[in-house]
């Protein structure tokens, strides 16, 4: 096994990276000044020993708690719950939203073995009710999906009974979207969800 | 700076690999064991610290000389001469070659300012030429683009001289290619260079 067939063996186990495209970059960072393939290992090395779940929401972080959660500014008494830590990029980039946030680690998937214990929900429950009063609303932000309805349907029964107010994520047309090329079951539910204009 | 970014910044340096797409390689790493992404980072380290060109053919090894140059069966009065390493597979793929190889290292492009002493072609005519009489022939594999051509012609003149026979590879129709979506350049090469059946 060749270095080169070894970088390229690995690269290709990378989603969205097939066999051609993993030689490709292999042979591309040989033309490279070396000091390029070293910085993009450091980088890894340094994921890989430096960033852990952050103890409050499982956001990935370097330090003891996540940016968001060491921020005094955000407001801990709304939790946005989200299946994957990249979602909450997604998200601060609107700039809508102003409190704290919950990492799942994924969704419900019985098919693929994804068990509500696999995920952070119980954690989640404990976050929302203790101390019982700090916590006014979790707002439910899986993906529209059928495995991310079913994941905020089983958060919101596990929540009900704390007296905390739990929310999801409108769903509708997207903004910029045309109406033309939009599914069904994305205009069912704009309709469903049609608001009075005042 | 965070790790996050900083690895997703080096991503986003490879060919073909857009800012969303780092992120989500970076994320995809950060749900990995940790020893996948260790891997990964050893796999470029041993790239850049052992793999180095031929001094023979400039085709990337970490010997002496590359598995090509060093295996006593491949013909030496032969030398193909291609643009990139990469190249090279491609035409191991076809079986059909025996001889060995010459990495130009880039085709000529005065626009992107690669002029002749940028690439090998000195050193392959001091291949081709001492000792005299040891090589035969020199294909000029170059692709068969603007600057390839350019490249092969300006190779072609550096070795008129040198009593050194130089060929380039036919184009034509590829194999499995349909004349209804063959561009009409390509037609008019295929014509050019068309044969006698027997």
Redesign the interface.
Known sequence: M???D??A???A????IGKK?A?????????QP??????????????????HPCPVCHN???SAEC?ICSDPRRDTSVICVVE???DI?AIERSGEFRGVYHVLGGRLSPLDGVQPEDLTIGHLVRRATEPAGVVREVIVATNPSVEGEATAMYVQQKLASCGVRVTRIARGLPVGGDLEYADGVTIAQALNARRDMK
Chains 1, 2 share one sequence.
């Open positions: 060749s270095a080169i070894d970088l063996g690995e690269l186990r990378l989603p969205g495209t030689l490709r970059l292999t042979y591309h960072l040989l033309r070396k000091e390029r393939g070293l910085r993009l290992a450091r980088a890894l090395e340094v994921l890989a020993e430096r960033v990935p972080t370097e940016a994957q830590a990249s990029g």
